[in-house]
């Protein structure tokens, strides 16, 4: 839209000056016009003065002596080289003056005769007419090769057209920057908008656009500011709902955790324990049971925490909140600290490679994030397996350094054609075996977004399990 309003100004602008040039072209062809026909009258002045030139016969035999009338004589020194004049009998011979004017047939009357013709290089304009003179009736012709019609196209050329097509050309340029200067707000606006998050629904500052596009700007933030107000309502609601589930969740839990504590030494709730031997087969049927719902109920409870997470870290008033020193190193040891009993369970060797290394950013946000990736990668290993949780500081292709977070494993991995579809909230690759519900890795990419941080999967070591690396700006 911005290019069209562009090229139409440019159109709106040039095509007046291209029809004014051709205006100026055409009144300057009319000067010349006019210009010759009144040269064609200045040569019929001149007609009688060389009339009057010719003098009456003299006693002697041979033709009529010409003293030239002093107007008729300067006009000729004016124009040298483009005038000539000649005298004629009525048989055609000449008397006087160049052998080129002479006609196939003189003028049968009185009436003046004009007409162009060309002669050594140069068109010239003539006039022939019949005239009384003192030695009778002759014949005579003027010559003007000074015609303005026959320099009219050299003269254009050098005069209007010329000047006119580097006006033209100066004037194409000029207007383009001036349009060009005309809408770099508009481009500055744009591209302020392509820059921004798609969850930075921060109202734009009208005083900094232009007059004319803010009513569209007025617009965008009412539309901002309805489209805001309803995230904000659905991240209250997830929020809000998850905080409420946390405490009923841990309490089933931990109901649960008693029950099935209970299922494995043969007591059921409400029963005297001398009763505990007598059904068997319904205690393991019943510790079966209740393995199933602490596992559905650990899930749960672990979808109300990532829930919650999740919802904190998509809130867009994170980022007003001022960033603290993170230092790396004793994050990694507490994520160690915290999943080691659970990589014990499971006989996984949860190693350790920590280099110092410091960020800003917020500290809780990036233990979530540590842990989400920490407690997939102990989740999907298989038994025996190994995970490592890395931090430090590499060197970016332009020389400076950056922090980094990183957790590999050994396990089953994840495909290079899903890795991008992975970050997807409640995505799960297909044939996913194991607990899960798909968060994990899309609050480690909210995380990350929010820090300015940059989220790579990759294959670990010899092509096997996955390496999820946090790469920090310097």
Avoid at 280 to 306: C, D, F, M, W, Y
Avoid at 441 to 465: F, T, V
Wanted: glycine content about 8%; hydrophobic content about 45%; aromatic content about 6%.
């Amino acid at each position: 839209m911005t290019a069209g309003v562009r090229n139409r100004l440019l159109v709106l602008l040039i095509v007046p000056l291209c029809l004014l040039a051709l205006l100026n072209a055409w009144l300057d062809y009319r000067s010349a016009d006019d210009a010759a026909l009144r040269q064609d009258r200045n040569l019929l002045r001149m007609v009688p003065l060389l009339g009057d030139s010719i003098v009456a016969p003299a006693a002697l035999p041979g033709d009529p002596p010409l003293l030239l009338a002093p107007p008729l004589e300067e006009f000729l020194k004016e124009r040298a080289g483009y005038c000539a004049y000649a005298v004629f009998d009525l048989s055609g011979r000449l008397l006087y003056g160049d052998l080129w004017l002479g006609m196939e047939a003189p003028p049968a009357t009185a009436s003046p005769e004009f007409h162009s013709m060309e002669w050594g290089g140069v068109t010239y304009r003539i006039v022939a007419q019949r005239v009384h003179t003192a030695a009778g009736e002759l014949v005579l012709a003027l010559a003007d090769g000074s015609n303005p019609r026959q320099h009219w196209l050299s003269r254009t050329l050098l005069r209007v057209l010329l000047p006119n097509a580097v006006l033209l050309a100066a004037a194409v340029l000029a207007v383009g920057w001036a349009v060009r200067r005309a809408f770099k707000p508009l481009r500055d606006l744009a591209e302020a908008v392509e820059r921004r998050s798609p969850r930075d629904l921060s109202p734009i500052d009208e005083a900094a656009s232009p007059l004319e596009v803010r009513p569209l700007v007025g617009a965008l933030n009412r539309l901002f500011s309805l489209v805001d107000a309803q995230a904000e309502s659905q991240r209250r609601f997830i929020a809000d709902a998850a905080h409420q589930l946390r405490t009923p969740l841990a309490g089933v839990q931990a109901q649960v955790e008693a029950w099935a504590l209970a299922a494995q030494v043969g007591y059921k709730p409400n029963q005297p324990a001398a009763q505990a031997d007598q059904a068997p087969g319904a205690i393991v049927l019943e510790a079966q049971q209740l393995h199933k719902l602490r596992l559905a109920t650990r899930r749960t409870s672990q979808l109300a925490n990532q829930l919650l997470a999740l919802s904190r870290a998509d809130a867009r008033a994170m980022e007003a909140q001022p960033m603290e020193r993170v230092d790396l190193k004793d994050l990694c040891e507490a994520m160690l600290e915290q999943h080691l009993d659970a990589a014990t369970a499971k006989h996984i060797d949860l190693g350790l490679d920590a280099a110092p290394a410091r960020t800003t950013g917020h500290g809780w946000l990036l233990r979530e994030l540590l842990g989400n990736l920490v407690d997939n990668a102990v989740r999907y290993t298989p038994e025996g397996g190994t995970v490592t949780i890395r931090c430090g500081v590499e060197t970016a292709p332009g020389g400076h350094a950056q922090p980094f977070l990183q957790v590999e494993d050994d396990g089953p991995g994840i495909a290079p054609a899903e890795r991008a579809r992975v970050a997807q909230r409640f995505y799960r690759v297909p044939g996913t075996v194991g607990e899960g519900n798909g968060l994990g890795l899309a609050i480690a990419e909210e995380i990350a977004r929010l820090h300015r941080a940059a989220l790579s999967l990759a294959s670990g070591g010899g092509g096997r399990g996955l390496v999820v690396t946090l790469v920090f700006a310097r």
